[in-house]
């Protein structure tokens, strides 16, 4: 895994793991039941959902709006023989309700930067609007309705797009959002909120 510098100059129609994807699917590997029925929204190559699928029981759905990016989940699960669901789509909204015991997401979370701005696949995989918060405010309004009662959404979100307004926005929608893990890196600290229902 390189780091994210090093994937941005590739010419590449897919985000690859990188240190972000890492820590999210320690956690949820460490966190999710064999029982449950997880989903990984903005699947990307598929790292996250494999990881999961290949160290726990669970039952994994992987979702991207990108179709290079589900072609490219699904040539991976096949490659590591792990039983993976692709499903192309824009987070959660193909889904029905209360599908989910976990929703996993890594989000675009960079913050636009118009004089570095592409108008391709991968820009739509890093970039997260003005704030860094678009997609991450979009896929907030919707989980909910996808998760179990007790069911949990491990997000990861960046000093970049502001951990505190992404937990804040969280609460505004009946979520609450606790740090699970964090981890810093030279120009960010990367943390993954766990997010639940409020009861």
């Known amino acids: 895994m390189g780091d994210l510098a090093d994937q941005r100059g590739m010419e590449t129609a897919v985000y690859q793991p990188a240190e972000d994807s ?48 589900c072609r490219q989940a699904r040539d991976n699960a096949r490659e590591e023989a792990i039983s993976l669901d692709v499903v192309r789509g824009d987070c959660t909204r193909p889904f029905d309700a209360e599908t989910f015991d976990a929703v996993t997401f890594n989000p675009p979370y960079l913050p636009r ?19 860094g918060r678009a997609v991450i405010e979009s896929f907030l309004d919707d989980v909910a309705r996808v998760l179990t009662p ?14 505190e307004a992404v937990a804040g926005y969280a609460a ?24 639940t229902k409020k009861h």
Not at 39 to 67: F, K
Not at 114 to 123: F, K, L, P, S
Not at 173 to 187: G, V
């Open 22 to 69: 890492k820590l999210l699917a320690d956690v949820a590997v460490e966190s999710v039941d064999d029982s449950d029925r997880v989903l990984d929204v903005g699947t990307g190559s598929g790292y996250v959902a494999g990881r999961i699928a290949s160290e726990t029981a669970a039952s994994v759905v992987a979702s991207d709006v990108n179709p290079h990016a």
């Open 113 to 131: 930067d118009e004089a570095a701005e592409r108008d391709d696949w991968m820009e739509r995989a890093l970039t997260g609007g003005e704030t």
């Open 150 to 163: 007790e069911g949990v959404v491990f997000l990861l979100v960046s000093t970049l797009t502001d951990i």
């Open 172 to 195: 505004e929608r009946n979520l609450a959002a606790e740090t699970a893990r964090e981890e810093s890196f030279p120009f960010e600290r990367l943390a993954i909120l766990e997010i």
